[in-house]
């Protein structure tokens, strides 16, 4: 069975440009990956919602190619009054999807704002809107760096879910059984929502590892090992990457997974070569 034939098919996640030259390269991104008809794009939101304006414009521009869009909303830093104005913003816009996620705490900034926890973030989004949106969560296979430990990671990712989130979607990995062992842990927590695998293209190594290093995604030794001894070489880098986030992709749909999320990093190609190898 392939991605787009998994009950919640495929989506894609993109930041927002802060260029002119950076937007229309999007738009042109945009294009390529609604033609693999996705069930919604989504878009980041900064720290402390740093770039809350870029993500709006950014979904407005993303919308306009037919694609259900759903722009992240954390709670660090904010208070209810912004995210109540916010909330009203994106219902009168004809937003029906969200992403919602504690978010990062910014350097420099002095408080957390009234909702501490991505639980009570989602708890205040149904308060104040009902069912309106379809609200998806951050799961993390291989725990949230910041969490004491497993088992209380996975507490707290119920508790998120149960909060009456609809969906989660996975922190990026390259282990499918680290994926399948928290699905099956959820689950026994009394989970029911669908868990979606986030899926991170492999082109650049000094990106990946930086990008690994901080949010906690494990890079196995063989793919690290790999990827250092091709060097500068951006092609075998690209041609390695591209076959082992195929093969993660299609054995994680054959073991079940409900669709697959793609961090595309506002880039096409890599994404439509795995989707080629997997769908084709």
């Not at 690290?224 to 749909?253: H, N, P, T």
Request: net charge negative.
């Amino acid at each position: 069975m392939s991605a787009q034939e998994h009950p919640l098919g495929i989506s894609f996640e993109f930041f927002p440009p802060n260029t002119e030259a950076g937007r229309e390269k999007l738009m042109h991104v945009r294009d390529a990956l609604a033609s693999r008809q996705p069930r919604f794009f989504s878009v980041t939101y900064g720290a402390g919602g740093s770039t809350q304006h870029r993500t709006l414009d950014t979904v407005r521009q993303v919308r306009r190619s037919g694609i259900s869009t759903a722009p992240h909303l954390s709670c660090v830093g904010s208070e209810k009054a912004q995210l109540r104005d916010l909330l009203a913003q994106y219902r009168e816009e004809g937003i029906d999807s969200l992403v919602a996620l504690r978010g990062d705490l910014p350097s420099g900034m002095g408080g957390v704002g009234e909702l501490r926890y991505a639980n009570e973030l989602v708890e205040f989004i149904r308060e104040e809107t009902g069912d309106h949106f379809e609200i998806a969560v951050a799961a993390y296979p291989e725990c949230h760096p910041q969490a004491p430990d497993l088992e209380r990671d996975l507490e707290n990712f119920a508790r998120k879910m149960k909060a009456g989130a609809n969906l989660a979607i996975t922190q990026y990995f390259f282990n499918a059984d680290a994926y399948f062992r928290f699905v099956e842990r959820a689950q026994a927590l009394g989970v029911e929502g669908p868990i979606v695998p986030g899926i991170m293209p492999i082109t650049n190594y000094t990106k990946l590892a930086r990008f690994s290093d901080a949010c906690g995604a494990e890079i196995p030794r063989w793919i690290r090992k790999q990827l250092e001894a091709y060097g500068d070489d951006s092609a075998a880098i690209a041609a390695f990457g591209e076959e082992v986030i195929s093969e993660l992709s299609r054995r994680l749909l054959e073991g079940g997974a409900p669709g697959l999320h793609f961090y595309t990093l506002n880039q096409a190609e890599p994404t439509l070569k795995v989707l080629d190898n997997i769908c084709g």
